[in-house]
Structure formats: structure tokens, C-alpha cells
């Protein structure tokens, strides 16, 4: 008897077994189809221009999403999303062109993950994403913020001597194209940080990059440097350093004295060279002028009885000669008188 009740009470233990895992698919695949959840983070993704970036979303309870709609897009135009998932695949339209041929579900929707990955990522893609997954009873949708960050320029230092003097000079410290704004810093040789009392200005282009700039009033040392940094991160960091001295040098009262007089004696010189020049110039023009003019004349002085000449023998051919009529005319007309 004993050994009867104890094969019925095993036999009881092993159908309600039997029994629980046969209901517990049905029961937790049936709610999750008419009341589910969708579980983003609710910190920013953070991205690097140019790589590629998950942005997670999962279904809560974890089911099969295969059977659903899933639809990717940005907050200010769901018509035309990123992503669309439908029908088992894939959708080539409606989309947005931006993101054709970038974007993937890689999550595991088998395991209700339904994380897009986007790739090579540009400044653009930034700002807010949704995810919304429905099925025929239900959906459900939450944003995801993607910040993307771009590593900007080696800061350029510069000097300027202060209008205040008083041995001082104003070092200046510019960096461009960083994204979101950086954080800009200096420091001495030492690696302490120099507490500016001037406040950092940044400045937007219109493509959303910043550009980061300060100065500061320092005192020129021939062996302390300065150092300005601008980072994102402490792994994301620009650095550029300057000598002040190099950039400005300090020159005493008398050496400026002396660099004057060098300058006025320099001047002097070139000023009398360029009269030498000149006179030298000027006397060669007229004597090249004083000997054509001589040419010119002699040239005239020869030509002229020439000239008298030619016209003596053309009188000489064009007067009449006097005929012998003419002549005896004249011996009788004397004649008769």
C-alpha cells in the first residue's frame, strides 16, 4: 500500500510539471501580443563622427518581435523614418534617403531586441530618435537622444603685447570645429591650472561646429611655457603650448635707441646713393643729346651748299638763252640812236 501511494504521489508531482511547461509559452506569448512595452536608456548615445553607433531598444516582456511592425524615425518626421521594418523584412520605402543603405536591426528581434544601428555617422544624424514597435491590438514607442562628437583643431596660441604695458602680454588661445562644446583650460609648466578671471567664448558655425577661444594677461619667461587645452573628455583633448618671450621680445631703452639710429644712418646712405644714381643718369642723357644735336647739325651744314648748288644748275637750264635776231636787233636799234 505504501509503495502504491508513493508511485501516485510521483506521478501527480510529474504531470503538474508536465503541465506547467506546456501553459507557460501560451502564457506569456499571448499578453505580451496585446500589452507590451517597448525599454529605451534614458541617458544620451553618444557617438564619434564617421563611426558607427547602436541605439537600444527592446521589448518588455522579451518575446519574438519578428511578428510586429517596427519603425525607426526622427521626432519631427514619422512619415518618413529612418527605419521600417514590416511583413518579415525590411521596407525600401518609404524612407528617408539620408539613411539608406546605413541602418540595421542587429539587436536579435527573435529575442525582442530591437535596437537600430546606424553607420558612419555624420553631424546631421544628431538629435532625437523614436522607436515605435506595434502590432494588430497594441504598440508602443519611446526616443532615444544621439549626441555625435567631433574631435576639433589643435588650439593656436598667439601674443600681443598689452596695451597696459607694464611688461605683460595678452596670450590668446583659439580652437575650431568641436562638437558639443569643448571645455578650454590653461595651465603653467607645472600643470596647474591658470584661473582666467575672462570668460571662454564660443561660437557657432552654421554647421553647428563650435569654435572655443580665450586669452590671458602672463608675464614673458624665457623658460616657463604656457599650455592651452580644450577636451571633450580627458581621453578627447586638444593641446597647443607657447614661450611668450619668443612671440614678443623685450627690448631695452637703449637697444631702441641704437636700432633708431642705424635706421636713420641706413636711410641716409640710400637716399645719397639713389642722387648719385640719379646725377650720373641725368649727365649721360645730356651728353648722348648734346652729341646728337652736334650730328644733326653738321648733317644740315653739309647739305646746304649742295642743296645751293643744284638750284644754280636748274636756274642756269630753265633761263632763256638769247638768239641771234635778238642780237642784231639790239646792233641796229644802237645804230640808228
Not at 28 to 35: I, M, S, W, Y
Not at 111 to 127: A, I, M, Q, Y
Not at 137 to 165: C, H, M, N, Y
Not at 217 to 232: E, K, M, Q, T
Amino acid at each position: 500500500m505504501e509503495t502504491n501511494r508513493r508511485i501516485t504521489r510521483s506521478g501527480l508531482c510529474l504531470m503538474v510539471v508536465m503541465l506547467a511547461v506546456l501553459t507557460a509559452p501560451i502564457t506569456t506569448q499571448k499578453p505580451a501580443l496585446d500589452d507590451f512595452s517597448v525599454s529605451v536608456p534614458d541617458a544620451p548615445i553618444t557617438a564619434w563622427s564617421g563611426s558607427s553607433v547602436s541605439l537600444p531598444c527592446e521589448l518588455s516582456p522579451l518575446f519574438n518581435a519578428e511578428p510586429l511592425e517596427v519603425r525607426w524615425y526622427r521626432s519631427e518626421n514619422s512619415y518618413s523614418p529612418a527605419l521600417l521594418y514590416k511583413d518579415h523584412k525590411i521596407q525600401e520605402t518609404p524612407v528617408d534617403p539620408r539613411y539608406r543603405g546605413r541602418v540595421s536591426l542587429t539587436g536579435g528581434m527573435e529575442r525582442g531586441n530591437v535596437s537600430l544601428t546606424l553607420e558612419k555617422v555624420t553631424l546631421e544624424d544628431r538629435g532625437e530618435y523614436v522607436c515605435r514597435v506595434s502590432s494588430e491590438q497594441w504598440f508602443d514607442k519611446a526616443s532615444v537622444f544621439l549626441t555625435v562628437k567631433v574631435l576639433g583643431g589643435i588650439p593656436v596660441l598667439s601674443v600681443a603685447e598689452a596695451r597696459g604695458g607694464g611688461g605683460q602680454v595678452n596670450v590668446t588661445c583659439l580652437s575650431e570645429g568641436w562638437s558639443p562644446q569643448p571645455k578650454l583650460i590653461w595651465t603653467n609648466k607645472e600643470g596647474t591650472e591658470i584661473r582666467n578671471e575672462q570668460e571662454v567664448l564660443n561660437t557657432s558655425d552654421p554647421l553647428g561646429l563650435v569654435s572655443v577661444s580665450s586669452w590671458l594677461l602672463n608675464a614673458p619667461s624665457y623658460s616657463d611655457w604656457l599650455a592651452c587645452i580644450v577636451s571633450l573628455s580627458e581621453e578627447a583633448k586638444r593641446e597647443g603650448r607657447i614661450l611668450p618671450h619668443t612671440a614678443v621680445p623685450v627690448v631695452s631703452k637703449e637697444a631702441f635707441i641704437v636700432t633708431l639710429i642705424l635706421l636713420a644712418l641706413s636711410l641716409v646712405i640710400i637716399c645719397a646713393l639713389c642722387s648719385v644714381i640719379l646725377w650720373k643718369r641725368r649727365g649721360s642723357m645730356w651728353s648722348s643729346s648734346r652729341k646728337s644735336r652736334n650730328r644733326s647739325d653738321q648733317t644740315e651744314l653739309g647739305q646746304r651748299p649742295a642743296e645751293t648748288k643744284n638750284l644754280i644748275e636748274g636756274a642756269e637750264h630753265t633761263m632763256p638763252r638769247p638768239t641771234k635776231q635778238r642780237a642784231a636787233g639790239k646792233e641796229i636799234n644802237l645804230g640808228v640812236t
